[in-house]
């Protein structure tokens, strides 16, 4: 048998394509082990990737070229996998497979359709089969059983009868006990070299024992805490450092300090083997002691979940966490050198003023170079003790979170309208704050996180270091220029810079160091044009469309430095710098580069930046200095770092 699995598409954070998650799907590559156990052939077709080499394009066209492609394969089946956020394109391309191939069987498995089998099945006939849960073991039976269509023996299953379309389901919620008896996964099914990784990540263990009512984790796993085994997990890393030249590693579980003596064990096997390595954790299943073990072992990250700021608001969401414990535990990782990522979640039905501001102001006691902060929007999920209490109250308003799909399909709008029970993520729940409120402290603290740590905490010195005071002044600020905000309006950079402005004075150093960090973090869609070209001297060139020039600024880099030194001040450093300077920011694929650049470059660059000037401009410069070999030189340094592109067609015809 000729299988294909299909990969999610998740949109980056970020908003730009280029930074598209494209590490191997482990549950992928959990179901091509076991289906090669049975001697199924196992192709993966990765959307993100395809799109970030170019293969796809982000348009309306993507359904119809992602069918295409994956049945140039020849599939004698085709798995998708589900998330809610990419569960659009799951659904559009499967309905043109089924139109191109009417007797290919169309599988569904992972978090999405284990919890909305019976709706996702009754809705959309281009799907046959549902596997609910965890697939390794029953995933050869069920491909075995698809010829005659014999599943009535398999547990953990749904699927539309052939004949009268009607809905069966097997009794069962299948779940690996042993992790280590699962074979070992084959990375080979994605091009690694191609990818661009700083790390690989691994399966660590799998479930969750806790209860917050916002998460479908626990109950996907059935909240079954297991890890492998220390001999195992150093097994595979080993192996994958010996395959791939990886040696540092994401060990993906959602808890996996819960069994402190596991931890314990697995650090002491990794232990002065040269691996570096992240995990997630909860900041009451660890201690001192045991991050110096995991820091000593080679443990360099760790993702805390913190949700909210707010103590009621972690009673009722089960949470539970003793906020008392945030601030020294980050401490700690940050002595140890351990970088932490601490998240929170606004949005809560509950969630009221006070606590609301409980969560930013947490937030930004930790803004600093060791914690990158975070805030999300609360969205629903199947599959919650949250979303059984309140799905049925669900609400759309366009707004979706940066990891959605986006509605580039001619039907995509009304399907996600129509079927909220299968779109839960494109909707959200009634809440005692309005929603804008919610949608402007996470839009601002994306802001905030642009322009670094260190200025953002400095910002917050004129608002006695709370986030909820600055935010505030800036929703005051944003109700001045906007008072009737458009649908969708979101604060931006534009705006931010603004406030900074408004409040300290044009020429103040906050603004430029705001400018410049918001520039050279830029999160807008990524331009369109090649990373560098081929200098040929006679072809016309422009300004790439990824470089910014930004004038007149403070020196932010001794700004920066001064800041730092005067990290534990409460009040603002006198502006006592009237020298001013230029930067050129180059945004490139893989991270932005800055450099300070005289009054000739800027007035050189600025000329590459009006197309109709720019052929001229350098026809002029070579003619002026009689030496073309040294212009050559100058602007073959340009094309090659990527700041000058070749001119548009259409804009060289104009030239000439």
């Not at 990419?86 to 007797?103: G, K, Y």
Request: proline letters at 6%; one cysteine or more; aromatic letters at 8%.
């Amino acid at each position: 048998m000729r299988l294909t699995l299909v990969d999610n598409l998740v949109m980056p954070e970020e908003g730009d394509l280029a930074l598209l998650d494209v590490h191997p799907h482990l549950g992928l590559l959990a179901l091509a082990a076991s289906a090669a156990r049975d001697g199924v052939k196992t192709s993966i077709y990765d959307p993100k990737r395809l799109l970030r080499n170019g293969a796809l394009r982000y348009d309306e066209h993507l359904y119809d070229i992602a069918a295409a492609q994956i049945l140039a394969q020849s599939p004698e089946a085709v798995g998708f996998t589900t998330l809610g956020c990419s569960f659009l394109f799951a659904i559009n391309v499967a309905a043109r497979l089924r139109r191109a191939a009417p007797d290919l069987p169309i599988l569904l498995g992972g978090p999405h359709a284990t919890m909305l089998d019976r709706p996702i099945l009754e809705r959309f006939p281009q799907f046959d089969l549902v596997v609910r849960h965890e697939a390794d073991e029953v995933f050869p039976s069920v491909l075995r059983a698809l010829r005659d269509r014999a599943f009535a023996k398999i547990p953990g299953l749904s699927w539309r009868h052939h004949r009268d379309g009607a809905f069966r389901m097997t009794e069962g919620k299948p779940k690996v006990h042993d992790l280590d008896s699962l074979p070992l996964l084959d990375y080979d099914h994605y091009p690694i070299a191609e990818l661009g990784l700083d790390l690989l990540r691994i399966e660590a263990g799998r479930g969750c024992p806790f209860a917050c009512t916002f998460c479908s984790t626990a109950g996907f796993f059935q909240r079954s805490f297991r890890l492998k085994s220390p001999e195992r997990l150093v097994f595979e890393l080993e192996r994958l450092r010996e395959r791939y030249g990886f040696d540092e590693f994401k060990l993906d579980h959602d808890m996996f300090t819960v069994n402190r003596h596991k931890v314990q064990a697995f650090c002491e096997a990794v232990r002065g083997r040269g691996f570096r390595w992240r995990v997630s954790a909860r900041v009451d299943c660890v201690n001192p002691a045991l991050l110096e073990s995991m820091a000593d072992a080679g443990c360099i990250g760790l993702y805390f979940g913190i949700e909210t700021g707010s103590k009621r608001m972690q009673t009722i969401s089960q949470k539970r966490l003793d906020l008392d414990l945030v601030a020294p535990i980050l401490d700690v990782c940050a002595s140890l050198g351990i970088e932490t990522t601490a998240s929170f979640i606004t949005g809560y039905p509950e969630e009221e003023r006070a606590d609301q501001d409980d969560t930013l102001d947490m937030i930004g006691r930790h803004f600093s170079a060791r914690c990158l902060t975070q805030l999300h929007i609360l969205q629903p999920e199947p599959g919650t003790p949250m979303y059984a209490e309140r799905g049925d109250d669900v609400r759309y308003d366009g707004y979706a979170s940066p990891y959605n799909s986006e509605l580039i399909g001619p039907d995509d709008r009304e399907l996600v309208v129509s079927t909220p029970e299968i779109f839960q993520t494109y909707f959200h729940y009634p809440a005692a704050l309005p929603r804008a409120d919610h949608l402007f402290a996470v839009a601002t603290v994306d802001l905030l996180r642009r322009v670094g740590p260190d200025v953002a905490a400095y910002a917050l010195r004129r608002h006695g270091g709370r986030l909820s005071a600055f935010v505030a002044a800036f929703r005051a600020h944003a109700d001045r220029v906007q008072p009737v905000p458009p649908p969708g309006w979101m604060p931006d950079a534009d705006l931010l810079a603004g406030f900074i402005a408004a409040e300290h004075g044009a020429d103040h150093h906050l603004v430029s160091l705001f400018r410049y960090g918001l520039a050279l973090h830029d999160t807008r869609p990524a331009p369109t044009d090649a990373q560098a070209a081929v200098y040929d001297a006679p072809r016309p060139y422009v300004l790439s469309d990824r470089v910014r020039i930004l004038s007149g600024l403070h020196d932010c880099d001794r700004w920066l430095a001064r800041i730092r030194d005067a990290a534990r001040d409460d009040a603002l450093l006198p502006d006592d710098d009237a020298e001013r300077t230029s930067y050129l920011l180059h945004l490139g694929r893989t991270s932005p580069e800055a450099w300070r650049i005289d009054e000739g470059l800027e007035a050189i660059l600025g000329v590459f930046a009006e197309p109709q000037r720019c052929d001229a401009v350098a026809a002029m410069l070579r003619e002026a200095t009689g030496d073309d070999g040294v212009d050559d030189a100058f602007f073959r340094e340009l094309v090659d770092a990527g700041i000058l592109v070749p001119a548009p067609e259409t804009t060289a015809e104009t030239m000439h």
